[in-house]
């Protein structure tokens, strides 16, 4: 039996909508309802470029093997296919990414309040996705029973950003303040006032201020750099690579210094 790229998206689709249905009363399902939609996602990110040409869904059309990562799909589609991926679509694919590598290679917690949202974020992305790239919509793809309970995942989610938008303007949050969430993707991430917390999905991460750019990122993206002989502190990505090419770079001069000092004359 021959399944194709876009069967075989449907097919994990409706699956992960079943078990996303059945974790109301199984919260353990979460995991499996994420991990398939993702899976979803990937493949339909990947018929949407075999209708472009068949090689280009493996990540080197010259060895026509390993098919391409959501993020290799996602900069073909960009550059070939022209098509558009907003800010919010690129950082709720980041955050099924992360889910679906814990899920598949790690421990994890399952949280229902982060994973509901999570969930009705990735299936609006995926029936927009379907609606403007592959000319179908998920109502037609899915059984109408099946369909009627997944719009109230739509629901829910879209009832916790409503509360939490109207929450901002009472405590008067800083629209600049708001970063999108890396549990549920919803632009509900509030660090004024080292508040820190999702106030869609309840998550809280610690934010830290870059030493040398001044800008505020997630703890779990910056990386730990020595400045001193026991003394470390964490860094942007980008400040990190700058600050070790640096390293590398005077290094690099104390070396050739070296080699150039004249050798002491031989004494009998």
Known sequence: MKISLLENSHSFLKEALDKAVFSEKDPIQWKFAVFYLVQS??????????????????????????????????????????????RSDINILTSAKKWRNLIVHYEFEINPKELKPLFAKLLGFLSYFH????????????PTALWEKAI?????????YERAKKLFDEEGIDSGLIWVCQKCGWDAFVIQDDINTCYVCGWWANVIECPDCGAYFFED????????????????????????????????????????????????
């Open 41 to 86: 996602i990937e493949l339909s990110l990947k018929e949407k470029l075999r209708r472009e040409h068949p090689v280009l869904i493996y990540s080197n059309i010259d060895r026509l093997e390993n098919t391409v990562s959501i993020d290799q799909a996602i900069n073909r589609l960009s550059k070939i296919s022209k098509l558009y991926f907003s």
């Open 131 to 142: 609606r403007k790239h592959l000319d179908d919509t998920l109502d037609n793809i899915v």
């Open 152 to 160: 109230e995942i739509f629901e829910y989610s879209s009832e916790l």
């Open 221 to 268: 993206d910056c990386r730990e750099l020595q400045t001193g002989d026991e003394q470390y502190e964490l860094f942007c990505n980008d400040c990190y690579a700058r600050r070790e090419n640096e390293r590398l770079d005077e290094e690099y001069y104390q070396y050739m210094m070296d080699m150039q000092e004249p050798i002491a004359p031989f004494k009998s």
